[in-house]
């Protein structure tokens, strides 16, 4: 079954440092993986996806994401951290369109 | 590109009565869509598959008497909470598989539903 761990439940970055969440998977296939964004009392926001394609993904916002099959990993970048970038993010595995497993999700904090 | 609208956005309720949160998918047929519910400030755990015209699969630990869905059209899916109490007050969110765009999973805007 596939499965995601997320490294850091809270990251703190300076505005226009740059950002980076982690994210491991674990999946019995080639996965799709993706990136989310949750703002409070809202719902989720996709920030990007891979599907086989390129390895590295660019999103919206100025985020993107490499998929890295030999370290299992999918981290978010942004070159530039935003005080509108604070929220929770949430990277997600799925096995070819079956359901969606999400990790424990990151909250990031934009320091002034 | 694809929409899903769920609504109620906001529900609150009284304890022992039951709730129905519906999720449709506005311009694509959803074969597959599944039910999330999140506590606050956790992440979306899955309760459950449900396929078009037949029986939802549940995670393991989830009441399939209690969550009730009904996925009886490829636009349209019901969840409903039976006699709800406050423990079951949490943030649902659906999301409906577009089969015809790959990795295309698309996100209701979410229930908060709170029961008194």
């Known amino acids: 079954a596939q499965s995601v761990t997320q490294l850091g439940s809270h990251v703190s970055v300076s505005e226009g440092a740059l950002v980076l969440l982690r994210c491991n998977y674990s999946?019995?296939?080639?996965?799709?993986l993706f990136w989310y964004v949750q703002y409070p009392n809202q719902g989720l926001q996709l920030l990007l996806k891979?599907?086989?394609?390129?390895?590295l993904v660019k999103g919206i916002n100025g985020f993107e994401a490499e998929f890295k099959k030999s370290e299992t990993s999918f981290h978010l970048t942004k070159p530039s951290a935003h005080m509108s970038d604070a929220a929770e993010y949430f990277c997600?595995?799925?096995?070819?369109?079956?359901?969606?497993?999400f990790g424990k999700g990151t909250r990031l904090h934009i320091l002034p | 590109g694809a929409v899903v609208s769920q609504h109620p956005s906001r529900v609150i309720c009284k304890s022992g009565t039951s709730v129905k949160i519906e999720c449709r998918s506005l311009?694509?047929?959803?074969?597959?869509m599944f039910w999330y519910r999140q506590f606050p400030k956790q992440s979306l755990m899955l309760m459950a598959t449900s396929n078009e015209g037949s029986k939802a699969t549940y995670e393991q630990g989830v009441e399939k008497d209690k969550f009730l869905i009904n996925h009886a059209s490829l636009t349209l899916s019901t969840l409903t909470v039976t006699s709800a109490h406050p423990e079951d007050s949490s943030f649902y969110i659906c999301?409906?598989?577009?089969?015809?765009?790959?990795?295309?999973?698309?996100f209701g805007s979410g229930t908060r539903l709170t029961v008194v």
């Open positions: 311009d694509f047929q959803a074969t597959t």
């Open positions: 891979y599907t086989s394609a390129a390895t």
């Open positions: 999301s409906a598989s577009d089969r015809a765009i790959i990795g295309g999973y698309t």
């Open positions: 999946s019995s296939v080639p996965p799709y």
């Open positions: 997600a595995v799925s096995e070819r369109d079956d359901k969606i497993i």
